[in-house]
């Protein structure tokens, strides 16, 4: 009875242990971390044997908890047992055989790895993408593996020093172990025991280094992706400095020998991607035969560091630009909807973000500028105009009324008022001295022809002289009236009106457009009596 109990129990425990097998097995082909750790099982489980076959019996008399705490142990401090081995056989020392493939794959309940540990492979795994989410996970990689490589440093030196491994190695080899597992695929292969240790153990360090610059060079080429600055420029040059990050980091593995790293091959393969999409060629470092110098590591990250922050630079003031713009226009807004009101403040406001839009480097002549004020042009008030940065806005905008096609010449359909015929009987036959903008053929050769002129003289003002001899023009027998553009004229009224006082010869102001219906109102405003008297 006794016997069929335990014949049973042991059927179910084989059963159980089976269906683990089978399970892990399952798992172990598509968790890395997992193989790793059963094959430091075997690896302990091989040492125990082979310590069993070389003891004598009464040496191996342990109770089943000295058994298990020997196993824990032996399992815990498997890697830093074969890398301590490594590293004596580095200085010389006799290597200890290992395990062949065959009995570790009987052990570690999976399939043998098809790749040397070191050789990481989920980078043919993914499906590959050129995209910023992408680049982020490869910056979070680099950052945690730039970390594990100065960790690798620190801890064999800490083993050379003979430092307590349970206290001071084995909690923070946890700690970098778990943080890599919350990141998609990050694969610490400088933390595997079969890893290959540098000659120099400060290659740790300088690997470190790559993997951080790469991290950098990750970032910021995710900042020119998703940015919508004027982002050409820039990516060509992000890409040319993320191609010498990667080429850095590929030659600083070499001398840890048989070792390849996915983030650096995924960068690569990212750089490839994008510069098919974009049409851009890097120039340099893309090849076996033209590697990066990784003595110029501090050069590339301050070149990088510019770079990002020239980037963010550029979209703070972008940033402020649309803030602006969105001013004016709300406030343009509130001038249409409410024609009647007082919209003193609404154009203060606007005189006001103009100025700032021009004091950070935007043209006068941009386009968005134009677009929202050339409807609101005749209607500003004159101390809106006067200011400097409007006024260059508005020559900006003269200029582009006066190079469009005559048949879209604004009011020009008009039909005219008695007004144009009152000034045309006082001016028949005489000329008009038109100060300030530039000339628009149409509008001159409307205004001829509606006053009966002999000549329209339209005198152009240079933005960059502003000191002009007005007296040739004043002083001619024909000229009967002075026009002073102001909406386009930098020079003020008083400059004008002395030579016309000079001369005598009335002075108009001009604060709209060219229209003879709105020409014709501020002559019969401001000199008809003159004018008559004449």
Same mark, same amino acid.
């Given at each position: 009875m006794?016997?069929s109990e335990?014949?049973?129990k ?7 242990i ?8 399952i798992l172990a082909q598509?968790?890395?971390?997992l193989t790793d750790?059963?094959e430091?099982?075997?690896?302990a489980?091989?040492?125990?044997a082979?310590?069993?076959?070389s003891?004598p019996?009464d040496e191996m008399?342990l109770r ?6 020997? %196993?824990a ?7 830093i047992?074969?890398?301590a081995t490594?590293?004596?056989a ?5 290597l200890?055989?290992?395990?062949s493939?065959?009995d570790?794959a009987?052990l570690?309940?999976a399939?043998p790895?098809s ?12 499906a590959?993408?050129?995209s910023p989410e992408n680049?982020?996970l *490869? ?7 730039a970390?594990?490589?100065?960790w ?11 430092? #307590?491994?349970?206290t001071e ?16 695929d990050c694969?610490l ?9 540098p000659?120099?153990l400060?290659?740790y ?5 790559c ?6 060079a990750?970032v910021?080429l995710?900042t020119v992706?998703?940015g919508a %600055? #004027? ?5 060509e040059r992000?890409l040319d400095l ?7 980091l590929?030659?600083m593995?070499m001398?840890f020998?048989?070792?390849?790293d996915?983030?650096?091959n995924y960068?690569?393969q ?5 510069c098919r999409e974009?049409?851009i060629?890097?120039q340099r470092?893309m090849?076996?035969?033209?590697p990066a110098?990784p003595?110029?590591?501090?050069e590339?990250?301050?070149r990088?560091?510019a770079?990002?922050?020239e980037?963010n630079?550029?979209?703070?003031r972008d940033k402020?630009?649309r803030s602006?713009f969105n001013k004016?226009?709300?406030?343009l807004k509130? *001038?249409t909807q409410?024609p009647?009101a007082?919209?003193?403040r609404?154009?203060q406001t *606007?005189s006001?973000t103009?100025?700032s839009?021009?004091?950070e480097a ?8 134009r ?6 042009? #005749?209607s500003?008030p #004159?101390?809106?105009v006067e200011?400097?940065?409007m006024?260059r806005?508005?020559v900006?905008?003269d200029r582009?009324?006066?190079?469009? $096609?005559t ?5 020009t359909?008009?039909?005219?008022t008695?007004?144009?015929?009152v000034?045309?009987?006082l ?6 001295l038109?100060?300030g903008g530039?000339?628009? $053929?149409?509008?001159k050769?409307?205004?001829?022809s509606?006053?009966?002129?002999r000549?329209?003289?339209w005198m152009?003002?240079?933005?960059h ?6 007296? $040739?023009e004043v002083?001619?027998s ?6 002073l553009?102001i909406r386009w004229?930098?020079?003020?009224y008083?400059?004008?009106?002395t030579s016309?006082?000079?001369f005598?010869k $009335?002075l108009v102001?001009l604060?709209a457009?060219?229209?003879?219906n709105?020409?014709?109102?501020q002559?019969?405003?401001q000199?008809s009596d ?5």
């Amino acid at each position: 009875m006794d016997h069929s109990e335990n014949s049973s129990k042991d059927s179910r425990l084989s059963e159980a242990i089976g269906a683990i097998v089978r399970h892990l097995s399952i798992l172990a082909q598509t968790d890395q971390r997992l193989t790793d750790l059963i094959e430091q099982l075997g690896k302990a489980f091989l040492r125990m044997a082979a310590t069993a076959r070389s003891s004598p019996p009464d040496e191996m008399e342990l109770r089943p908890e000295d058994v298990a705490c020997a %196993t824990a142990e032996l399992i815990t401090s498997a890697p830093i047992a074969d890398t301590a081995t490594q590293r004596r056989a580095n200085r010389g020392d006799v290597l200890e055989p290992k395990p062949s493939p065959v009995d570790l794959a009987s052990l570690t309940f999976a399939q043998p790895p098809s790749a040397a540990p070191a050789n990481e492979q989920y980078g043919t795994r993914l499906a590959f993408v050129a995209s910023p989410e992408n680049l982020a996970l *490869i910056e979070a990689r680099c950052r945690i593996k730039a970390e594990a490589c100065r960790w690798q440093l620190k801890r064999q030196r800490l083993l050379e020093d003979g430092a #307590d491994f349970r206290t001071e190695i084995q909690p923070l080899d946890a700690e970098i172990i778990d943080r890599a597992r919350n990141v998609q695929d990050c694969y610490l292969w400088m933390c595997n025991p079969n890893a290959p240790i540098p000659e120099q153990l400060s290659r740790y360090d300088d690997v470190a280094d790559c993997f951080d610059v790469c991290s950098d060079a990750a970032v910021l080429l995710r900042t020119v992706s998703e940015g919508a %600055t #004027d982002s050409t420029g820039y990516l060509e040059r992000a890409l040319d400095l993320a191609a010498e990050a990667q080429s850095m980091l590929r030659v600083m593995l070499m001398s840890f020998g048989d070792v390849t790293d996915g983030d650096q091959n995924y960068l690569f393969q990212w750089l490839r991607q994008k510069c098919r999409e974009a049409q851009i060629l890097i120039q340099r470092h893309m090849r076996l035969d033209d590697p990066a110098e990784p003595s110029k590591i501090d050069e590339l990250r301050e070149r990088i560091q510019a770079l990002d922050t020239e980037v963010n630079q550029r979209r703070e003031r972008d940033k402020a630009r649309r803030s602006h713009f969105n001013k004016i226009r709300y406030h343009l807004k509130q *001038i249409t909807q409410k024609p009647a009101a007082d919209h003193d403040r609404d154009w203060q406001t *606007i005189s006001r973000t103009v100025e700032s839009l021009i004091e950070e480097a935007v043209p006068p002549s941009s386009v968005e500028l134009r677009d929202l004020l050339l409807p609101f042009v #005749d209607s500003m008030p #004159d101390g809106v105009v006067e200011r400097p940065g409007m006024q260059r806005v508005l020559v900006e905008i003269d200029r582009y009324l006066a190079s469009r $096609p005559t048949s879209i010449e604004p009011g020009t359909k008009e039909q005219p008022t008695p007004s144009v015929e009152v000034v045309a009987e006082l001016l028949t036959g005489k000329s008009i001295l038109m100060i300030g903008g530039e000339v628009r $053929p149409h509008a001159k050769r409307s205004l001829e022809s509606a006053f009966r002129l002999r000549e329209l003289v339209w005198m152009k003002t240079r933005e960059h002289n502003p000191r002009i001899d007005f007296d $040739p023009e004043v002083s001619r027998s024909d000229v009967a009236v002075v026009l002073l553009a102001i909406r386009w004229s930098r020079h003020s009224y008083a400059e004008v009106k002395t030579s016309c006082d000079k001369f005598g010869k $009335p002075l108009v102001r001009l604060p709209a457009g060219y229209h003879p219906n709105q020409v014709a109102e501020q002559i019969l405003a401001q000199c008809s009596d003159r004018l008559r008297e004449a």
